[in-house]
């Protein structure tokens, strides 16, 4: 029975030397993986800085866009949708664009699924199969050469 008992110690000291073999790996491999520096600090040295205002790294299209905005101009493209106005021959719905044409869609009735297009040049009153007519009207485009930089 003693040579058991020596056994059963031996084996008893090999699976302690292997356990701790195993957690010192992993304890190792975790301090490998996180990054030297804790995040707590970085946080408290980054609270005084603030995120620039998004005009200053804007350039081009988008910061004539974010100018005009900021200007009260919520619209400076002419991309949202028009409500109707009275739509006859003499006061037609006035359709902005930047072009001397543009394709422009009317939704006859509230219930339509459909949306019926057409194309409106600089000029010319068109009449929607609803019985409206739409007259375009046209603005300069902003000078690509001259756009804020």
């Known amino acids: 029975t003693k040579l058991i008992l020596l056994d059963s110690l031996l084996q008893e000291t090999v699976m302690a030397s292997l356990l701790s073999r195993s ?17 707590h600090l ?48 003499n006061e037609p719905t006035i359709v902005n664009a930047m072009d001397n044409y543009r394709m422009m869609g009317c939704v006859c009735n509230e219930e339509d699924t459909n949306i019926k297009w057409m194309w409106l040049c600089e000029g010319t009153p068109k009449r929607c199969e609803c019985g409206y007519w739409f007259e375009l009207k046209t603005h300069p485009a902003p000078d690509k050469y001259a756009l804020p930089l």
């Open 23 to 39: 957690v010192y790996q992993m304890t190792s491999n975790l301090a490998r993986c996180t990054p030297n520096r804790l995040v």
């Open 42 to 89: 970085s946080a408290v040295r980054a609270a005084d800085q603030v995120m620039p205002d998004p005009i200053e790294h804007a350039t081009g299209l988008e910061k004539y866009e974010l100018l005009a905005k900021q200007a009260g101009n919520e619209d400076p493209f002419f991309l949202k949708a028009v409500p109707r106005a009275k739509g006859t021959k």
